[in-house]
């Protein structure tokens, strides 16, 4: 079908949404049936607005260097579509002949694209809707696991190792870290800091996530056992641990926030959590809330995210092209001992609003780490090994004093 | 002098301070005159407790793979030498034989390591005592920069590159990004912040240092205006900054935490100051406190500062060979066009305890960025340019609908 294309990025960038992006560009620049690829500024509000730039009249090394790019070179958005927004999207895409609509974006966006799909053919307007996944929760269902993942969660290993070999050192006056993850409602980002640990005693000691309620007693009884064991404990915790009640965790014990009106405001998990420890153990306790990090930190993209994200992109200018739409396209991890993976597609009404939460077998027991079929899950997705640190071997010298 | 070394890690470790070790342990088992060279575990307390390893019989490869390893190796402290301490150090190392004692750390340690001097001259125990220089503050004195501040500064570049970008990128939603940045009384760190930095647009906007007081006016003063200009507003600010009286940041206004006995804990200047901008203007405000990440993450090391550390362990052992004690190593800058280093010398009892802070015409006159003559100077410590990104032309569609 001849027209054009829009392509969008929405909601949170991750490290490799511009991979995305320019997958779907080169692709469809490649077909003389795609006349036109148009980017749209801000995502939907820019097909709202038609605020649209023309991105086959970007240089080809523009497109090359916005692989290795972090943010949405596009600008994205977090907007709820209203009703009337569908008809008016519909009335920009045919005043400009858009025939191809990519989305790159998470749940939320693969629902504003079902609707969009939706309304097309019920109104008659011939339109190929596409949505490619995009999210460091790796929340999405029906795929393998989601671009902006794995290089979400290579950062989450470093940074847990590299803040956690810190508190190692520094154990004598601070000897208990947490690191604020990631992750409002699944377990994803913050269970790849699994990822930093080489041997037993290595951090991180505990993982806490959304999927397993946390209450005060367990908090406490698992640092202790932990400190006691290790003499020094490193916690990756999600921001969405939540306490028995289902409420978010320390709720009722955090540090309360009072803002400059007297309104109280949320303390966050990590600083409830190390108000705790240190008044009921005596440890100090020190946070790292690297936030933003984790979907921007372009140095430690993992290469196998990067190159995932432009083939989604790819995969889906290819299978509108083929006459696919309301879809989005997924990742399959092949069988086989190297991992490789390939696309797929999926209904889009089976992943908009979906979210997908980390199934049993990927948490303990004890609901205080992730179990080694996770880190078989996650390790091939961050692209290679962590450089590789020296140990001391520490020979002990004598005592000659007593 | 025949007799035994002992080096030690003081202070908060850096992402560096184990090539500073390596420098010194490389070094030191080329001269047959150190007959063993023993590691202090966690600092001085390691020689107070005669806890010492003897590091002559680590495997070369240990030491090679340390100079790519965070934390610190040895374990390191922050102790406050008592009296009394000073004799019993004494006593440890005579019963060793200990001649020499090199200790990596920044001005408290150089505290220690000049009594320590002291005492061995006042009671006629030769002595040799080379201080080495480290922090991520760079506040020492008399040393051109300090190791450990290359690798931290390029951290914080990137840092606030990244998610600055991000920040661009969804603007529409969040438009204030805050990265709070380690540096409790210099800016040293904060400043580098404006290496993120290529086109007048780009991020950061905005970096407060602790040297400049920041009232509530000045900074909602700033934020609107930088707001106005480019759309959205990325602030480094120091963790350090004061108000008008010099206070913290905040202290007054900024969210009071409570722990879990209903004791007001310090808000911290980040946290205060995106209140303040919530509040006042309106404008949501995302926070990111990467916290030990600035001291630690490997990744992001500058191989200026990793080499530079290296040489400064080195020099304090050919220094103290020569005959020097009291002494600190320094890092002099060569003039000319190529950046290049050399080391040097000072007393300790110059440095010991004294704060170096970022001069005059490091700060612009507004008291909310650096200026060049400070981008000149820290450019060259972060070991190259950032990796370059991709920017798109933009080139806008004409509307066809109004």
Not at 192 to 205: C, I, M, S, T, Y
Not at 213 to 225: A, I, Y
Request: aromatic residues 8%.
């Amino acid at each position: 079908m001849k027209g054009k294309a829009v392509v969008g990025q929405s909601g949170g960038p991750t490290a490799v949404i511009n991979s995305s992006l320019v997958g779907v560009v080169q692709e469809a620049l490649r077909h003389s049936e795609i006349e036109a690829v148009y980017g749209a500024i801000n995502g939907i509000k820019g097909v709202l607005e038609e605020e649209f730039v023309d991105l086959g009249q970007e240089p080809a090394e523009v497109l090359e260097g916005l692989r290795r790019t972090p943010g949405a070179a596009l600008g994205s958005i977090r907007y709820k579509v209203k009703e009337g927004d569908y008809e008016r999207i519909l009335q920009v895409f045919k005043a400009h002949n858009i025939r191809y609509f990519f989305y790159i974006g998470g749940n939320d966006s693969m629902d504003t694209a079902m609707k969009l799909d939706s309304l097309a053919k019920e109104t008659g307007y011939e339109l190929r809707v596409i949505g490619i996944p995009k999210t460091i929760d790796n929340d999405l269902a029906y795929t393998d696991h989601c671009p902006g993942y794995g290089s979400a969660a290579r950062f989450v290993a470093m940074a847990v190792r590299d803040s956690g070999w810190d508190t190692r050192a520094m154990r004598v006056n601070s000897p208990v870290k947490i690191v604020e993850i990631m992750g409002r409602n699944a377990g994803w980002l913050a269970g790849a800091a699994a990822l930093a640990k080489e041997q037993e005693d290595d951090p991180p000691h505990l993982i806490y996530v959304p999927e397993r309620p946390l209450s005060k007693d367990k908090l406490l009884g698992d640092v202790e056992e932990a400190y006691r064991r290790y003499g020094y404990v490193v916690i990756a915790l999600s921001e969405g641990v939540v306490n028995e009640r289902g409420e978010p965790f320390g709720g009722e014990f955090a540090p309360k926030e009072v803002d400059a009106f007297g309104h109280v405001l949320k303390g966050g998990a990590s600083d409830a959590a190390a108000s705790i420890i240190k008044a009921e153990l005596g440890l100090s306790t020190r946070i790292d809330k690297p936030n933003y990090l984790y979907r921007s930190f372009s140095l430690a993209v993992s290469e196998v995210d990067r190159e995932e994200a432009y083939e989604v992109g790819k995969a889906a200018v290819i299978v509108a092209l083929a006459g696919e739409t309301g879809k989005m396209v997924t990742l399959i991890r092949e069988p086989g001992p190297v991992y490789r993976s390939t696309t797929g597609l999926v209904e889009l009404e089976k992943v908009a609003n979906v979210e997908r939460y980390l199934p049993d077998d990927f948490i303990n027991e004890e609901g205080n780490f992730v179990t080694e079929a996770f880190i078989e899950y996650a390790r091939p997705l961050i692209g290679g090994a962590l450089a590789p640190y020296a140990r001391l071997r520490g020979i002990r010298v004598p005592k000659k004093l007593l």
